[in-house]
């Protein structure tokens, strides 16, 4: 699937990771169960899934993930450490990276999602720094006009999904550089 993914949009548009719970929220099982008759191919691709890289890095100076930064991940080098092959746990620093969200306050923070942490402007300006990097692009977050900047231009939340749910009249946006 990656390679043919990969094929049709481009070399510069990473797949990341799914969380099994999610793609049985919104659909994914169903559309499995409705187009092939059992859950055998939403196993495939559940587990394929657990392969999918959590961040990408584009031309050294973009760090690009679903959610947002962890407590337990001061470098790049933190990440290039997992133990990817496994479906991504429900808590620490895999969990961090799909789920937090920046933050106006400083430092770190109680996710209220239940799972991931908030960080404030201080904390990404620090992981920007020591990874020499200029923007944090994510995306996780439902915002009204497609993107917003936060921590001064330093984070930017992307939401790609014009009228999410077919009732959320937001509109969509891409990151182009």
Known sequence: MKTVWHDMIGRHC????????????????DECLRKYGSANVWKTFTDLF???PLTALVESE?????????????????????????????????CDLLWSDPDDRCGWG???????????????????????????????????EGYNWAHEQKVVTIFSAPNYCYRCGNMA???VD
């Open 14 to 29: 990473p797949i990341f990771a799914v969380n099994r719970e999610i793609t049985q929220v919104y659909g994914f099982y």
């Open 62 to 94: 973009i760090f690009c993930l679903h959610g947002g930064l962890s407590p337990s991940v001061e470098t790049l080098d933190n990440i290039r450490n997992f133990d990817r092959v496994q479906e991504v746990p429900h808590e620490g620093p895999m």
């Open 173 to 175: 946006s891409i990151l």
């Open 50 to 52: 657990d392969y999918f």
């Open 110 to 144: 109680i996710s209220p999602r239940g799972a991931g942490y908030t960080f404030g402007q201080d904390i990404s300006e620090q992981f920007n720094h020591t990874n020499n990097l200029k923007l944090i692009a994510r995306a996780h977050q439902l915002v009204m």
